[in-house]
């Protein structure tokens, strides 16, 4: 297992925060930190722990290699082995995840564990209908590009309606003309990260729900994207 050193820890630790870069289909090219899917999550990274400080402790996760490949999953001993490291260090508080891309389906996959809260998935490569290992207690957010040509905002929309219809807290909310690597729209992308996370942290550590002011008109709320799966 391979982490991120996280900015601090300590017994006031509301929640912990693990951020999954993607990947690629098959590769077993060694993971590196510099690679553009794990660039592309630091930011997320960084702005979670400057809005909550000691409060949630993030930790952006590293794989091996850089693919999935196929029935192997090569990054999931690792990324369960960082659940397990972070249910360890702070037991009983919310663990949320944050995954893009590979990163969303890896997500998934942990989020079939009882001790996760939340997923945000952001452009997640749910491949063999994924979001069915999903337990029933996870509150999900799945956000996706309406322009994303490597992964499908389809998919993920059914996905979602699927969710609400076995009665999760689930919302799907589309990027009109947002591409696969979050570069537009950077705003909605961020801020929608952070409410997200800040809904999962218990009373009394700044929770201060969802900001609809961040999300296009058109965003996807629970009940409409069950009604539009039917």
Same mark, same amino acid.
């Given at each position: 297992? /391979?982490?991120?050193?996280?900015? $601090?820890?300590?017994?006031?630790?509301?929640?912990?925060?693990?951020?999954?870069?993607?990947?690629?289909?098959?590769? %077993? /090219?060694?993971?590196?930190?510099?690679?553009?899917?794990?660039?592309?999550?630091?930011? =997320?990274?960084?702005?979670?722990?400057? $809005? =909550?400080?000691?409060?949630?402790?993030?930790?952006?996760?590293? %794989?091996?290699?850089?693919? &999935?490949?196929?029935?192997?999953?090569?990054?999931?001993?690792?990324?369960?082995?960082?659940?397990?490291?972070?249910? $360890?260090?702070?037991?009983?508080?919310?663990?949320?995840?944050?995954?893009?891309?590979?990163?969303?389906?890896?997500?998934?996959?942990?989020?079939?564990?009882? /001790?996760?809260?939340?997923?945000?998935?952001?452009?997640?490569?749910?491949? %063999?209908?994924?979001?069915?290992?999903?337990?029933?207690?996870?509150?999900?957010?799945?956000?996706?590009?309406?322009?994303?040509?490597?992964? =499908?905002?389809? $998919?993920?929309?059914?996905?979602?309606?699927?969710?609400?219809?076995?009665?999760?807290?689930?919302? %799907?909310?589309?990027?009109?003309?947002?591409?696969?690597?979050?570069?537009?729209?950077?705003?909605? &992308?961020?801020?929608?990260?952070?409410?997200?996370?800040? /809904?999962?942290?218990?009373?009394?550590?700044?929770?201060?729900?969802?900001?609809?002011?961040?999300?296009?008109?058109?965003?996807?709320?629970?009940?409409?994207?069950?009604?539009?799966?039917?």
């Amino acid at each position: 297992m /391979r982490l991120v050193k996280p900015r $601090r820890t300590g017994t006031d630790v509301a929640a912990v925060v693990l951020v999954l870069p993607g990947g690629t289909d098959r590769s %077993y /090219r060694p993971f590196s930190t510099r690679q553009a899917s794990a660039l592309r999550m630091y930011p =997320f990274t960084w702005s979670i722990r400057a $809005r =909550f400080g000691g409060a949630v402790e993030v930790r952006q996760v590293r %794989y091996r290699v850089r693919g &999935w490949n196929g029935g192997q999953a090569s990054p999931l001993p690792y990324a369960r082995a960082a659940l397990e490291a972070a249910a $360890r260090a702070h037991p009983g508080v919310p663990i949320v995840l944050i995954g893009h891309s590979m990163g969303g389906r890896v997500g998934a996959h942990l989020a079939a564990d009882p /001790r996760v809260n939340g997923l945000l998935a952001l452009a997640p490569w749910w491949q %063999y209908a994924d979001w069915r290992l999903i337990h029933d207690g996870v509150r999900v957010l799945a956000m996706h590009g309406t322009a994303d040509e490597r992964t =499908f905002a389809r $998919r993920t929309e059914k996905g979602i309606g699927e969710l609400v219809t076995r009665g999760l807290d689930a919302t %799907y909310l589309p990027i009109p003309g947002g591409e696969h690597a979050m570069l537009d729209h950077i705003r909605v &992308w961020q801020s929608s990260a952070l409410t997200f996370v800040e /809904r999962l942290l218990p009373a009394g550590t700044g929770r201060r729900g969802y900001d609809a002011t961040l999300a296009p008109a058109d965003a996807t709320t629970s009940s409409r994207c069950a009604s539009s799966n039917s």
